[in-house]
């Protein structure tokens, strides 16, 4: 190589090195740098703005209902940089109630409406009550017992391992209350649902209990030739005080309940919760901007491709227990608020 072509290389390279730092210096400015000729210019939205129309839902896990119905909340109303949705995947009732009241970026959250209840009476938040409202109840979570083959009834499960989701998950709860319930001593297991699925197809235990909504997901791959079944609850006085008398349909599950047959269940209400923000703040204002979204495009929500339990919403129903957001401000939650310019995050 020649001395002249080293030169030349390494005056272009210098030059576009020293371009660098003023493409950098336009960017945080909030200044668009030049596009290369023939493409379009990408908008660069400032920092606060972005922020500003942002609302994060903690959901569920993957292969819950929670995560679909906030798939298509971040689908419905996305407007841009004024209104976006983050959906984030949660860790059950208990977890998300946790989050919603300490976790920064999280403004929504999806909760089995007898979460509150339980905190309470466990006393694991202070002031849980006034500073975690709700937007709207979403709609009834079935509860599915999916059993082995040589497993008739629920009686059957006395003294064995049956899996009830992780610990602090709304079916945790609603296991535990339910089996407690019905005099029924099993043996709690703690795993993941794919986990306990996998475990239940090899023998390794005799049930698994999961709270979701119809067709659940979790079910999708499990064959017919398994031999596994839903086992029906009954509708006793004691747990018709805290859950409805429901039904899973051949419809939902082809795979796992003959045709024309349905298997009677019973269901816990799913609610969209929120921080109470005070009137006047940032977020409060935020949120607002998010339920008059959620009201202005519910029509969308109860078509396909979303999720059929959209059908079941009314946004005029009332959860017993919960108190709906904007009609009792509070102060603001500890550690929401940063050092930004003051802002809150």
Not at 101 to 128: N, W
Not at 314 to 319: F, G, S
């Amino acid at each position: 190589m020649s001395d002249g072509s080293s030169t030349r290389r390494s005056m272009l390279l210098g030059a576009s090195l020293a371009a660098v730092p003023g493409a950098i210096a336009a960017a945080q400015g909030g200044l668009q740098p030049a596009a290369p000729r023939g493409q379009p210019a990408f908008p660069l939205v400032p920092g606060s703005r972005a922020n500003s129309g942002t609302v994060g839902v903690i959901s569920g896990g993957i292969d819950g209902t929670y995560v679909r119905i906030a798939a298509d909340l971040a689908t419905v109303l996305d407007d841009a940089d004024r209104l976006r949705i983050l959906p984030v995947l949660g860790k059950g009732s208990v977890q998300n109630i946790a989050d919603i009241i300490h976790l920064r970026g999280i403004d929504v959250g999806i909760v089995q409406s007898d979460a509150l209840a339980y905190v309470l009476r466990e006393q694991m938040f202070p002031g849980v009550a006034s500073r975690v409202n709700y937007i709207a109840k979403l709609y009834d979570e079935e509860i599915h017992v999916l059993a082995r083959p040589e497993v008739k009834r629920l009686e059957d499960l006395d003294g064995k391992p049956v899996n009830i989701d992780v610990r602090g998950s709304g079916t945790a709860i609603t296991g535990s209350l339910l089996f407690k319930s019905l005099n029924v001593d099993i043996q709690p297991r703690f795993e993941s649902q794919a986990n306990a699925l996998r475990q239940l197809m090899d023998g390794g235990i005799a049930a698994l209990v999961y709270v979701a909504g119809s067709p659940a997901g979790l079910f999708a791959s499990v064959p017919a030739a398994s031999g596994l079944r839903f086992l029906p609850l009954p509708a006793t006085a004691a747990l018709l005080e805290s859950y409805l008398p429901s039904q899973l349909s051949d419809h939902d599950y082809p795979a796992l309940i003959a045709a024309g047959q349905a298997v009677d269940t019973l269901a816990v209400g799913a609610v969209m919760a929120a921080y109470a923000w005070p009137s006047g703040s940032e977020r409060y204002a935020r949120i607002q901007r998010f339920i008059a979204a959620l009201s202005d495009k519910f029509a969308q929500f109860q078509r396909p491709p979303r999720h059929p339990k959209w059908k079941e919403v009314n946004l005029a129903a009332q959860v017993p227990g919960w108190t709906r957001f904007g009609s009792s401000p509070v102060s603001g939650r500890p550690g929401r608020v940063g050092t930004r310019a003051g802002t809150e995050f």
